[in-house]
T-cell receptor, first 110, second 114 residues
Framework: KQEVTQIPAALSVPEGENLVLNCSFT??????LQWFRQDPGKGLTSLLL???SQREQTSGRLNASLDKSSGRSTLYIAASQPGDSATYLC?????????WGAGTKLIIKP | DARVTQTPRHKVTEMGQEVTMRCQPI?????VFWYRQTMMQGLELLAY????????DSGMPKDRFSAEMPDATLATLKIQPSEPRDSAVYFC????????????FGPGTRLTVL
C-alpha cells in the first residue's frame, strides 16, 4: 500500500531564504507526482507535475525533483517571499488515485 | 481562464437534512474526482468518474452518500441524511486521462452539519 510522508510538518524561515520541502513515498511504481499549494480556507492549486519518466520540473522560483528509485521528491523554493506562506502538499499517482501526504505548513517571515 | 467551479461554497445544515453539492468540471476534461478534507484525515478520495461513468466510489459511505454525473458539465455529491461527522471541506477535481494527467481542483464546499 502506497504511503506518502512529508517532512517537516511545519517550517518557518526568514524572507529571502532558499528552502527545500521533502516528500517520500513507499512504492516506486508511480505514474506521476504532483505538488500543490493550499492557502488557509482555500482550494488546492497545482504547482508542478512530474511524470514518472522525468527527473525534475521547474516553474519560476519553484523546482521539483523526482527520484523514483529512492522514493523521494523535493520542492525547492528560491528566494522565498511572504506570499509563499501556505501549506504545500505532494500527491503520488498510483493507478488513477492520488495518494496524499499530510503537507508542510510553510511560514515566510518578513 | 478554465476553472473547476463548485456550489455552494459554504453550507450549514442540521443533522438529518439532505445536502447536495455541485461541481462543473473544466470543459473537455473526462475525469472527475470528489475528495473530502478534514483536519484529522487529510484528503480522502470519495468517488472517481471517467467519461461520466463511476469507476470507484469505495471511499463513500454507501448508505448515505451518492455521486452522479447527469451530464459532462455537472457532477453532484449528495448526502442524505447528513450527520455532524460529515462536516468537512468537499473538493471536486477534474482532469484528462492520457494527457498530462494533472488534476485541477475547485475551491471546495465547506459543509457544517449541526
Amino acid at each position: 500500500k502506497q504511503e506518502v510522508t512529508q517532512i517537516p510538518a511545519a517550517l518557518s524561515v526568514p524572507e529571502g531564504e532558499n528552502l527545500v520541502l521533502n516528500c517520500s513515498f513507499t512504492d516506486s511504481a508511480i505514474y506521476n507526482l504532483q505538488w500543490f499549494r493550499q492557502d488557509p480556507g482555500k482550494g488546492l492549486t497545482s504547482l508542478l507535475l512530474i511524470q514518472s519518466s522525468q527527473r525534475e520540473q521547474t516553474s519560476g522560483r519553484l523546482n521539483a525533483s523526482l527520484d523514483k528509485s529512492s522514493g523521494r521528491s523535493t520542492l525547492y523554493i528560491a528566494a522565498s517571499q511572504p506570499g509563499d506562506s501556505a501549506t504545500y502538499l505532494c500527491a503520488v499517482k498510483s493507478n488513477y488515485q492520488l495518494i496524499w501526504g499530510a503537507g508542510t505548513k510553510l511560514i515566510i517571515k518578513p | 481562464d478554465a476553472r473547476v467551479t463548485q456550489t455552494p461554497r459554504h453550507k450549514v445544515t442540521e443533522m438529518g437534512q439532505e445536502v447536495t453539492m455541485r461541481c462543473q468540471p473544466i470543459l473537455g476534461h473526462n475525469t472527475v474526482f470528489w475528495y473530502r478534507q478534514t483536519m484529522m484525515q487529510g484528503l480522502e478520495l470519495l468517488a472517481y468518474f471517467r467519461n461520466r461513468a463511476p469507476l470507484d466510489d469505495s471511499g463513500m459511505p454507501k448508505d448515505r452518500f451518492s455521486a452522479e454525473m447527469p451530464d459532462a458539465t455537472l457532477a453532484t455529491l449528495k448526502i442524505q441524511p447528513s450527520e455532524p461527522r460529515d462536516s468537512a471541506v468537499y473538493f471536486c477535481a477534474s482532469g484528462t486521462v492520457g494527457g498530462a494527467d494533472e488534476q485541477f481542483f475547485g475551491p471546495g464546499t465547506r459543509l457544517t452539519v449541526l
